[in-house]
């Protein structure tokens, strides 16, 4: 059993939450509520930052005292959290006594290390960011690149803490912690800016009079930014009871946006330096969350509408979609149709017909759980695919590639799918013989979903404990773990199952709901949830395309860059089939692309449509015609 202590940023206050800070708030749920499953003792903290220029601005125009409004809005932050089902063990206010007393004594500490020293500070400001521009970022313009306002000169006799003497041991600890600062990108920026050579920060405001006085002269307000650091040791009770802070610092994994990673991966580090204490293990990046491609800003009317999806897709499949959709590091786009699509497509069909189909024949066909038989070859791949997914699943989980672990639990029930399919099981309920079989089948599928359940429970901990309960684990999943699903055969035969009931019905799109309705969709016949229509597939607009360039797209084992000609128009494509294809053999390869697809980021690079191929455990193999065609033609 180890520990695991993770922390997302403590969020202003100057504005309610959105879902920028849902996101990276979920995705610290997701890993503690894994570390959980693994036995590890977690400390998940959460919080708010309540001082500083900014939040008093804003108390200000709502004529009351800062510390009322921060009363205020404070809540709407822990609302949103119990409403997105997010297992913090501490949600920290900054004006609260435990964070002004660690900080008091964090920053006495850093008064007696001789790091800190008076000075008099002039520079260029931005208030929202509340920070000085060094003169490499001031660029010619002076423009703040986040708020794109003019930066003001100011002069002001600040309290300075040493940064620059940490320069080398910092792009020491960088070399020797690989791992550090995830993703690599955001390693590689940090130490760019190190290289470069560091200034010292001032760490206190004379104009500011909302926030906590430094120990050493009150008559200075420290500055919010070095306040809001220190957070995540006062949260441990870095003051006086100190039996938390001993069990989890260092902290685990800070886990952020890239807007903040300088001050999480240079500032904090350095103060902790100062301070004699350990660093944290982990510091992550993530991307942006965009609306149709732009920032999300509540002035400009750029937001999404979690209150709608989550009303009509349920809470789970908006946390599945926020984390099977982008790949972690990167910017992503959110986009309802996806949702819906992902919905309707993974969530239903995948999963929910395989409980569907499972739980329906076991209860038509069987009193409670069936008894397995000696299993067959069939049987053993799939049980054996279960215990690779479960290490696939940590080995990814550890590199926190959330799409990728969602895709992998995705592989498992596309295969127990096909397995049911494979076997049809449904026909074997014939004779009394055939039945001993189909009882395994089902006893199988069964126990895949007890795996599947367990796996997908940090994700959508309610999906969870919903199959498990009608799997006839009667209580919920909590009594089940990664320990527990690392062996085959927890089910007992003859128990009783719980109802069966739907737990992703589909949905058509104009029945979005609009927060409060509940849904009235009603799901299809289970059997019948795997054909589509002739119109869906005549939504499909397939076209032969022949590759004329290729190359391998940097820092990205599985992708290449396509260009297909299309007869009248060139594409640009990325696919996944590097590690099956080289550049030049594809060259002239006629293929088939899905030329109607919505166009998408993939690694910061636009890839206009996909290309076939036929996918199998190991292998990929593109699918191309039996002769020469005219680029362009349809494929019907
Ligand atoms: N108070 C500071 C953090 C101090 S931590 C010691 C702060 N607060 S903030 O409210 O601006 O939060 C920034 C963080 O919110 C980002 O780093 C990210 O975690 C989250 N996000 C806000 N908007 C976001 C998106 N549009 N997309 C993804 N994450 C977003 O900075």
New binding site residues.
Partial sequence: MGIFYIT?????VNAEP?A??A??TIAADVLARYHRLKGDEVFFLTGV?EHGENIQKVANQNEISPQAYCDQIAPTFTTLWERLNISYDIFLRTTSELHKNGVKKFLNTLYETGDIYKGKYEGYYCRPCERFFTEKEQGEDKICPIHKLRLEWVEEDNYFFALSKYQNPLIKHIHENPGFIQPEARCNEILSVLESGLEDVSISRASVSWGIPLPFDTEHISYVWIE??S?YVTALGYTGNDDRFQTFWPANVHL??K??VR?HAIIWPAMLMAVNLPLPKHVVA?G???KDGE??SKTRGIFIDMDADIATYGLDAFRYYLLREFSFGNDGDYRPNRLHSRYNADLGNDLGNLLNRTLGLVSKNFDGIPEPTTPENLDDEVIQMATETVSKVDSLMNQLAFDMVLEAIWEFVRRVNRYIHQTQVWTLAKSEESKGRMGTILYNSMEALRVIAVLISPFMPSTASRICRQIGLNDSSEEQNLNTIRSWGGLQAGVEIGKPEPIFPRLEMKERQTPGKASSVQPQEVEETHLISIDDFQNLDLRVATIIEAEKVPRADKLLKLKADLGDEKRQVIAGIAEHYTPDELIGKQVILVANLQPAKIRGIESQGMVLAAAGEKDLVLGTLEKPVAPGTKVR
């Fill in positions: 997302t940023p403590i969020y202003y959105h920028g800070h996101y990276t930052d809001a650091l957070n952020m946006a807007d903040i001050f993530h942006w969350l965009t920032a999300l």
